[in-house]
């Protein structure tokens, strides 16, 4: 195919009005050109068709319009190998924007067949490899023959492993008995790891011989090191991961089997892999962390283990099955070090109670330890460790410390606020510290202030929220109003900030303030963003935290009720805002009946998970009349799909047990005991732990 035909017809699209991740994609006829271009501007090229046309897995309405001069381009020879893959990329995307209909850009993809399935036949093994990846990834069965035909004689064996996995993924039940086949110990490495994939993928079950395959192949990582899919570059792990989704009891067992053998070997890399899928295991099954805790507490006493370091995250997800490794936590502590800090951070969450003096010996070189102290890991509470005396004369003595910088004086002042006036004899540092820390000091000193040291303390904050510092005086009227109940200087300081940069926590405190807040009234309605102004998040969340504020100042919700209708139109439709449509309902529930007119608004987000749970707890504040056994469909939805399960549990509360059916019930049951964790996502650390109470919330609701 020339070139030359294929420029020109780039022409005849209207790329302008196409739109790709960055916007229009105008620029995408210079860039397909450019991939013809010497190796820099073909390489340069490339790269920004990753970025614009498969962002970040993200097919577009432009996508599928340049996918048939891709193929183009690969029939007439230009860099084949790497536009094959992206045409792949491509078939496989399952996240579409801008789309009517899905599947657009797989079918724009199949139908450029006629182009790639000659190039199986290609001379260069890693032109076939490509070719049969794309091909097996638009899902058109119309491959089949092609691909079936080159089995037979293919013999280069990342080329046979990618036929495999395709004749698999687009017949399963037919290439079953191949893929089994393929297994035999005579068949290369390659070949093999990718036949015990492919089996589960057929549905086979899990048998002897599939583990012993598995284990005989450990390390596996280095086999598929050539292949495109990059969510196979970890065998054993998604092994793992296809038997414990497949959610029986024998699966389940048959995953846990094939772990507990892979930490019996002794190499190294092998041990690594088998550590890898216990981590995983944990953070998708309710079960793991009981049934592999014993595996792992093992080698954490085995004095010649050369994987302390990565048993570590792990006993973090053991939970409370981790309490026995406390003594050899302790012993690592003793160490210096990096690894000394991430054993007593894992010992101050499974025996807080040792980890205290441990924190208190060492506490400038201990700052993971020190945050988990603080509980300052997402969403997780703090946890139990309690007043300390070593530790807290610790504390005032890092407080005195030349060069306190970073988080550290962040989480000491947290965790002395958190212990109150039990470390009121840190109250003389942390007034020196006042100076250094304006707004991290204030809120600490007015919760560790005893009775006689009231009027002494309250000094001090009210000069520092009169003359202190600009960055501290918010914080320290706050604190002096928390202290005292004086709201004088809270009230000016908060004047001075409503004219300058708008943060949520301003129209909070102004509040908060009662009849003192109402002189703030006419700030804060000149705050509110101007009609018409396309918000970002942050004047989205502030404009719902302004419109709360005019509602509690004058006890009416005429000027609020406008304001989060706004936020509610604006912020429901954009996976970017939809936090603060959140905010918004939650706003809406706290008006209750006054907000009726958001009624309307609010219904209108019932049929997205991300939304539902808050705007019903919102239409029940309002008293609208809600169909309560759909909207109990809804929220089991949601937490289904762990799109907002914490308030979808709060709204199932609210609306009572008539509202759930038998079906109901039994789902709600499934959400309490079932194996595979419902929580699967957030900030990794938080995963476990944030399932492990919505089970126990499930489990509270059940039984009320």
């Excluded at 399963?172 to 390659?190: I, Q, S, V, Y």
């Excluded at 054993?236 to 038997?243: E, G």
């Excluded at 049934?291 to 004095?303: M, N, T």
């Excluded at 009946?593 to 504040?621: F, N, R």
Aim: glycine share 6%; aromatic share 4%.
């Amino acid at each position: 195919m020339e070139l030359a035909r294929v420029f020109a017809d780039l022409d005849s699209v209207s790329w302008a009005e196409l739109e790709h991740a960055y916007g229009s994609a105008e620029d995408l006829p210079g860039v397909l050109r450019a991939l013809a271009g010497d190796e820099e501007q073909a390489a340069e090229a490339l790269d920004e068709l990753w970025g614009s046309i498969l962002h970040q897995g993200t097919v577009y309405a432009a996508t599928a319009s340049a996918v048939p001069f891709l193929a183009q381009m690969v029939a007439a020879g230009v860099r084949p190998v790497d536009l094959l893959v992206l045409l792949g990329g491509i078939a496989e995307s399952e996240d579409e924007y801008g789309f009517d209909e899905p599947g657009a850009c797989r079918a724009a993809v199949a139908a450029q067949l006629p182009l790639i399935l000659p190039l199986i036949a290609s001379p260069e093994a890693d032109v076939r490899q490509a070719a049969v990846w794309t091909a097996g990834r638009t899902g058109a069965e119309r491959a089949l023959p092609t691909l079936r035909k080159r089995w037979v004689g293919e013999q280069d064996p990342a080329v046979r492993a990618e036929l495999l996995a395709a004749l698999v993924r687009l017949d399963p039940e037919a290439a079953a008995a191949t893929a089994l086949a393929a297994m035999a110990p005579d068949e290369p490495d390659a070949l093999r790891i990718v036949a015990v994939l492919a089996c589960l993928d057929a549905g086979l079950p899990w048998s002897p011989a599939h583990r012993d395959t598995m284990l005989s192949l450990l390390p596996a990582d280095p086999l598929v090191s050539g292949r495109f899919d990059q969510d196979r570059t970890e065998p054993l792990h998604c092994v793992v991961d296809a038997l414990l989704r497949r959610d029986t009891a024998e699966d389940r067992s048959s995953a846990y089997e094939l772990i507990e053998a892979a930490l019996r070997l002794e190499d190294l890399d092998t041990r690594r892999e088998a550590l890898w899928a216990v981590e995983h295991a944990c953070m998708i099954s309710r079960s793991a962390p009981a049934r592999l805790a014993q595996a792992i507490l093992a080698l954490l006493a085995d004095p010649s283990s050369t994987h302390t370091a990565s048993l570590l995250p792990i006993l973090d997800k053991l939970g409370a099955h981790a309490a026995p490794a406390a003594p050899a936590l302790a012993a690592l502590v003793a160490a210096d070090g990096e690894l000394a800090d991430r054993a007593l951070e894992v010992l101050v969450r499974v025996a807080p109670e040792q980890a205290a003096p441990l924190l208190a010996r060492d506490l400038a070189d201990r700052p993971r330890a020190l945050g988990a102290a603080c509980g300052f890991r997402g969403v997780r509470p703090a946890p139990s460790i309690s007043y300390d005396s070593e530790l807290l004369d610790a504390i005032r003595t890092r407080l005195r410390a030349d060069g306190l910088a970073g988080n550290e004086p962040v989480r000491l002042t947290a965790l002395l606020a958190r212990w109150g006036a039990k470390a009121a004899a840190a109250l003389p540092e942390l007034t020196a510290a006042l100076e250094r820390f304006p707004s991290l000091a204030p809120g600490a000193l007015a919760a560790v202030c005893p009775p006689e040291s009231r009027d002494r303390t309250a000094g001090v904050l009210r000069r520092a929220a009169e003359s202190g510092p600009n960055e501290g005086r918010f914080a320290a009227a706050e604190a002096l109003r928390e202290l005292t109940g004086e709201k004088g200087p809270l009230v000016r300081e908060l004047q001075r900030l409503l004219t300058d940069t708008i943060r949520p926590e301003t129209p909070r405190a102004a509040a908060g303030l009662g009849p003192d807040g109402i002189a703030l009234l006419p700030q804060l309605r000149a705050a509110l963003t101007a009609p018409g102004k396309q918000r970002t998040t942050p004047e989205l969340n502030t404009d719902v935290q302004i419109a709360l504020a005019l509602w509690r100042l004058t006890g009416a919700a005429d000027e609020a009720v406008p304001v989060l209708a706004g936020v509610l139109s604006e912020a429901a439709d954009s996976p970017w805002t939809r936090w603060s449509a959140r905010h918004a309902s939650r706003a809406a529930a706290e008006l209750g009946p006054e907000a009726h007119a958001l009624a309307p608004a609010l219904e209108g987000l019932l049929d997205d998970p991300d939304q539902s749970p808050a705007a019903i707890l919102a239409l029940l504040a309002l008293g609208h009349d809600l169909d309560r056994t759909r909207a109990a469909g809804l929220l089991l939805d949601s937490a289904e799909r762990n799109a907002d399960p914490e308030t979808a549990l709060d709204a199932l509360l609210a609306l009572g047990p008539e509202a759930l059916t038998p079906e109901s019930r039994a789902r709600l049951t499934s959400l309490a005991e079932r194996d595979l964790r419902v929580v699967t996502s957030g900030l990794e650390p938080e995963i476990v732990p944030a399932d492990e109470r919505l089970r126990e919330r499930a489990r509270a609701i059940l039984g009320a």
